[in-house]
């Protein structure tokens, strides 16, 4: 078969709504409705952030099992250092687009929700980071309130 007829990698698209959320003092903020071992979950998408985060406080709805602590302290969120936990998610679905068995930070968010639920929105229930938007070429389209992920068949 000649190099130029050789079969290509089926991608598989997802188009995800995105929840567009303006605070006064914190700008816009972007969230997007995903599924977590078959319950419905809640995420910042953070650019910025380097892994995906779900809330320690929340996260019993997801797991069954105890999350295990994480070695090293983080930083951001708006806070300053905290000791860190992570857990191991069996499927995590954002639209048609699947994230299995993969490792995600648990902190504590109760100072976003708190500040969410004062201004009347949507508590979270963690944050999309860094690590699964590139790992799925992740494209923001603001003007159609988008996120389009990319998963390799």
């Known amino acids: ?52 985060v779900l809330d320690i406080h929340r996260v019993h709805k997801y797991l069954k099992e105890e999350p295990s602590v994480h070695e090293s302290l983080s930083t951001g969120l ?10 191991r998610l069996k499927k995590m679905y954002l639209g048609e687009v699947i994230a299995s068995d993969y490792e995600v930070i648990l902190l504590d968010l109760g100072h976003i929700n708190k500040t969410l639920k004062a201004a009347g929105m949507r508590e979270i229930d963690g944050v999309l980071g860094g690590d699964l938007l590139a790992q799925f070429g992740a494209e923001i389209n603001y003007a159609k309130g988008q996120l389009k992920l990319h998963q390799p068949r």
């Open 78 to 87: 708006g806070t300053s250092e905290m000791k860190s936990y992570s857990a």
């Open 1 to 52: 078969m000649p190099f130029f007829m050789k079969a290509r990698k089926r991608i598989q698209t997802a188009l995800i709504p995105l929840v567009r959320v303006s605070l006064p003092e914190s700008g816009i903020h972007l969230l997007v409705k995903s599924q977590i071992n078959r319950r419905v979950a809640w995420l910042v998408v953070d650019t910025g952030a380097s892994r995906t």
